[in-house]
């Protein structure tokens, strides 16, 4: 691997090598002393033009427990409000030394594009691009999901892909990248996925992803998925308005608590996810949040074992980027699928 993009364009032997390496790193963060020294001398670059409390603090934590250098950079506060343009900023990061770039960015396809741009050697790893995708929350999900799962039939989550797992994803799908991200992985990977939106909040070429499409949640749950993601309805990116009111929606397509009592009593333990952060009382309720099925604050953990495991994987070794140069023109599927951009 040069980059980490998308999860449209991670082959399943690649994704479940990162998810077993996610194992292995997962190990050491449980230890007393946290730290591998196998990114000594690397520099790590945590570049957000999007607010972010999960991902970068976690690619920061991850970074370091590899030993990596790290240099956190906002957008705001910084040369870009004064009008720098993305090939400036990253040649002056990778002047300063940086070797990875972990971009977040409010443009859906911005990753791709550094990646395939040329003006730079270092790895780039999309934080989140817009609508578009955010591959390592999909990585981190499906580890979550593989261990609940594993947990639950007595076995050994390592080596296993998702042959079998049936996985809802219930919201905002439209403006959701961890939707998209989700989708192609958990296909990827063997696991069937439902959807579960307002009309309003599906894109219009749902019908050629590899999902079922429900629009009534109780009859959704009432199938007995092996585990539900709710995810954040975010209005932040909402012109317009999409269901009547935040009470309509929680009544309609919330995970309520008797939803979710009902979802426990059918199935015994469930994985319930949120990407975060939550919207409480709208896609899910407070005591929903925090009951035990729900395994948000894990994903925050898997996050770091997941982000340490993509770190590790592109930059270990004796591998010199700089007279590696590779175009990497990636399929942006946001461009096609009608989305906002
Ligand atoms: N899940 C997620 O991407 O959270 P942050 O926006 O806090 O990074």
Redesign the pocket.
């Known amino acids: 691997m040069r980059h980490l993009l998308s999860t449209a364009e991670l082959g399943a032997a690649d994704a479940l090598r990162i998810l077993d390496t996610a194992e292995e790193m997962s190990a050491v963060s449980g230890r007393q002393v946290k730290k591998l020294p196998t990114l000594r001398g690397r520099t790590v670059v945590n570049l957000f033009y999007e607010d972010?409390?999960?991902?970068?603090i976690s690619f920061e934590a991850a970074a370091k427990r590899l030993s990596a250098d790290v240099m956190n950079f906002a957008a705001k506060g910084s040369s870009v409000s004064k009008g720098e343009s993305l090939k400036d900023t990253v040649q002056t990061l990778e002047a300063i030394g940086a070797d990875a770039v972990v971009m977040r960015h409010w443009a859906s396809g911005a990753a791709a594009r550094l990646a395939a741009s040329g003006w730079t050697d270092c790895a780039v790893v999309n934080a989140?691009d817009g609508t578009h995708e955010?591959p390592t929350?999909a990585l981190l999900d499906a580890l979550t999901v593989r261990r609940s799962v594993a947990e639950r039939d007595g076995r050994d989550p390592r080596g296993t892909d998702l042959t079998g797992v049936d996985v809802l994803i219930v919201g905002d799908i439209l403006h959701s990248r961890v939707a998209r991200s989700n989708v192609w992985l958990l296909h990827t990977l063997g696991a069937t996925v439902g959807l579960v939106a307002p009309p309003t909040l599906l894109p219009h070429t749902v019908e050629t992803w590899p999902v079922r499409v429900h629009y009534d949640l109780d009859e959704a749950l009432a199938a007995g998925p092996d585990a539900v993601m709710m995810l954040r309805v975010q209005a932040e990116r909402m012109g317009g308005s999409y269901f009547p009111s935040a009470a309509e929606y929680a009544r309609r397509w919330g995970l309520t608590d008797e939803r979710l009592a009902d979802y426990v009593r059918r199935v015994g333990s469930p994985a319930i996810l949120h990407?975060?952060?939550m919207n409480r009382g709208v896609e899910i309720s407070s005591a929903a949040a925090d009951s035990p099925h729900t395994r948000a604050l894990d994903q925050v953990s898997h996050g770091v074992a997941v982000r340490m495991a993509v770190l590790h994987l592109l930059l270990s070794g004796d591998h010199d980027r700089r007279t590696d140069r590779a175009p990497h023109p990636a399929p942006d599927r946001a461009s096609t699928d009608g989305s906002p951009r």
């Open positions: 972010s409390t999960r991902t970068r989140g955010h929350q990407p975060g952060p």
